[in-house]
Every structure is written in C-alpha cells, then in structure tokens.
C-alpha cells in the first residue's frame, strides 16, 4: 500500500471469528483496562492500556406511581416537576430522576398526570433496594435496571491519551478524559476525519495551523 501501514484486524462476531486488512484503522472504544478487549500486537513501541477509570452508574427504569410526599408534595397532583436534580449529598442515594417519554410519539399521545402511573428513570451509583423503590414511589408495576460504565473519574494529574497511536492508526475516545458527552465525541469523530483524510493526502498545511484560533473566532 505505497510503503503505508497495513493493518491486519481481528474480531469476532456473532458469526463467528475473522479478520480483515485495512490501510486506516480508527479505535472508537476507551483504551482502558475497565473497558477495553483490545490488543495491539507487534507494535513498535508498544501500545499499552491507559491509566484510569470511569464512573460506574446504574439507570432503573421503573413503571409505577410516584412518591410526591417524599419529595415535599402530599398531593401528588400539584407535583410540578418532570425531572429531579440532586446535589452531592452523602445519604442520598439516587443522583437523578426523570419522567421518559416514548421514542415515537403519536399524535394522540400525553404526558402521565403524576397522580398517575408513569415511566420514570432514576440514575444511581448503586442498584436501588426495595426499601429504596418503595421511598421513591408509591407503588410500581416493573423495574428494569441497567449498570454501565458512564464516564471518567477526572483527575487533573492525568495526561491525555494521544489522538494518534501510530501510522494511520487514530484513536477518538481520549477526548472524553476532557469532558464526556456526546456533543464531544462527535467532535472529535469530525477532527479525527480530517486529520486522517489529510494525512493521507498529504495537505499537512493544514495540520496544527498556526493562525487556526484567529481563523475560529473569527470566521463569523
């Protein structure tokens, strides 16, 4: 592949085992030891894992009526809120919850009074008890629970994984150890798209412009 690197990947699917040869490989998936299956093979210099970790959270998603009287409101009909925000309390043991909507939503559709059964999801950092549920609602008909790794434990000493691990190989997930969303990775998708597709053209001018800022601010 004119004197490039050729990558030969390895993966196994619900089909079974394979593997395939690329010119160009982007990793989109944390490099870390709590989250990654990867191995890199016959690098040099090697490719290791990455310090760190992240965030473990639960998201229960539960079908029943709420408890306004815990939340200041013994009338559940005057309850106002569709979402509840915590702070950092110790003895708290859920960091939020929200009224969910379906993902279609028809024309005839309406948001559940909260006197009324209704779907909520409740995000804590443990998997709720019955005694738990029962604080949070009144009764409930179903709780589906998921635990998953959310985001990382920031730590400023912490140096930020590179973006380039070696020739043609690119790495899109270091950007969540500066701040984890979905707006940022799909940021750093669209740079590492034009950093790979100008590295492999050679416009290397447009690398690390050195007026990139003041054209920023002010191409407006």
Same mark, same amino acid.
């Given at each position: @592949?004119?004197?490039?690197?050729?990558?030969?990947? #390895? $993966?196994?699917?619900?089909?079974?085992?394979?593997?395939?040869?690329?010119?160009?490989?982007?990793?989109?998936?944390?490099?870390h030891?709590?989250?990654?299956?990867?191995?890199?093979?016959?690098f040099? &210099?090697?490719?290791?894992?990455?310090? +760190? !970790?992240?965030?473990? %959270? *639960?998201?229960?998603?539960?079908? +029943?009526?709420?408890? %306004?009287?815990?939340f +200041?409101?013994?009338?559940?009909?005057?309850?106002?809120?569709? @979402?509840?925000?915590?702070?950092?309390?110790?003895?708290?043991? =859920?960091?939020? /919850?929200?009224?969910?909507?379906?993902?279609?939503?028809? !024309?005839? =559709?309406?948001?559940?009074?909260?006197?009324?059964?209704?779907?909520w999801?409740?995000?804590s950092?443990?998997?709720?008890?019955k005694?738990?549920?029962?604080?949070?609602?009144? %009764?409930?008909?179903?709780?589906?629970v998921?635990?998953?790794q959310?985001? &990382?434990? $920031?730590?400023?000493a912490?140096?930020?994984?590179?973006?380039v691990l #070696?020739?043609?190989?690119?790495?899109?997930? +270091?950007?969540?150890? *500066?701040?984890?969303s /979905?707006?940022?990775?799909?940021?750093?998708?669209?740079?590492?798209?034009?950093?790979?597709?100008?590295?492999? #053209?050679?416009?290397?001018?447009?690398?690390?412009?050195?007026?990139?800022? #003041?054209?920023?601010?002010?191409e407006?």
């Open positions: @592949s004119e004197g490039r690197a050729l990558y030969q990947v #390895h $993966y196994e699917s619900s089909e079974g085992q394979g593997s395939a040869f690329y010119d160009m490989v982007v990793v989109t998936t944390p490099l030891p709590s989250r990654s299956n990867f191995t890199f093979e016959n040099e &210099p090697p490719i290791a894992d990455f310090p +760190g !970790a992240f965030q473990p %959270s *639960v998201t229960s998603v539960v079908h +029943g009526y709420l408890n %306004s009287s815990y +200041g409101f013994p009338d559940p009909k005057l309850f106002p809120f569709t @979402s509840i925000l915590t702070t950092d309390t110790p003895d708290l043991f =859920f960091n939020a /919850m929200d009224n969910i909507c379906p993902v279609n939503i028809s !024309a005839t =559709f309406r948001r559940k009074q909260p006197q009324e059964a209704a779907v999801r409740v995000l950092q443990q998997p709720l008890d005694h738990q549920l029962k604080t949070l609602f009144r %009764s409930y008909y179903s709780v589906q998921t635990e998953w959310t985001y &990382p434990r $920031y730590d400023a912490k140096s930020l994984p590179p973006i #070696h020739e043609n190989l690119f790495y899109l997930s +270091g950007v969540e150890w *500066v701040a984890s /979905m707006e940022m990775i799909a940021v750093a998708a669209k740079n590492v798209a034009l950093l790979a597709y100008n590295r492999w #053209h050679q416009d290397l001018e447009k690398i690390d412009q050195k007026d990139l800022m #003041h054209k920023v601010k002010t407006l």
